[in-house]
């Protein structure tokens, strides 16, 4: 391998190496070879950005969060707008369309990683926390414009459709599933609120 390749963003092109590794071949399959080879770069760039395997893996699962934050500010200004089954049904297919599902069976399958990120996140799982929280945001702001129900718990709410919706696209190797399916588990979850049919 060459070692005189100069990345222009070396941090992101190895995060979307690992993320290319990681979707094909698996957690198990992710090393700092496996990701700089797929980057096409010498192994000693990763160690020259991260102090080890660990830290860098967990900065991809930190820059990934961060991804979830900018998806939350969307989705919550679309409140009021379209339907609230829409709305979720669209959020939850960007959320675990992406690459969101492997690096969840990652964060599960590395017990160094998930210590790591258990420093400053002790309570849930890292990315579903953040991505229940931008759910409950949402619901929230529906409920307060009456599109749901006024007495939803939006927190239990918010934690049953990432959990549905994560059992519903987990283990499907490439192929997500049909919208319609993504829709009736947001209509069968969230109840409607006085405006009846904005749910749907």
Known sequence: M???VALRDARAQLFDA?????????PNALTSRAVTTEAGCAKGVLHRHFADFDA???????????RIDHQAAALRESAGTGTVAGNLAGALTDLFGSVAVAVVGLIIARDDLRARLRQDRPVGVPLLAEAAAMIASYLTAERELGRVAADADVDTLALTLIGAAHLLFAGREGTPPEAGAVRKVVTTIVPPGTSGPTIT
């Open 2 to 4: 060459p070692t005189g």
């Open 18 to 26: 690992a993320e290319r590794v990681l979707l094909r071949d698996g």
């Open 56 to 66: 860098f893996l967990a900065e991809l699962v930190l820059d990934r969060i961060a």
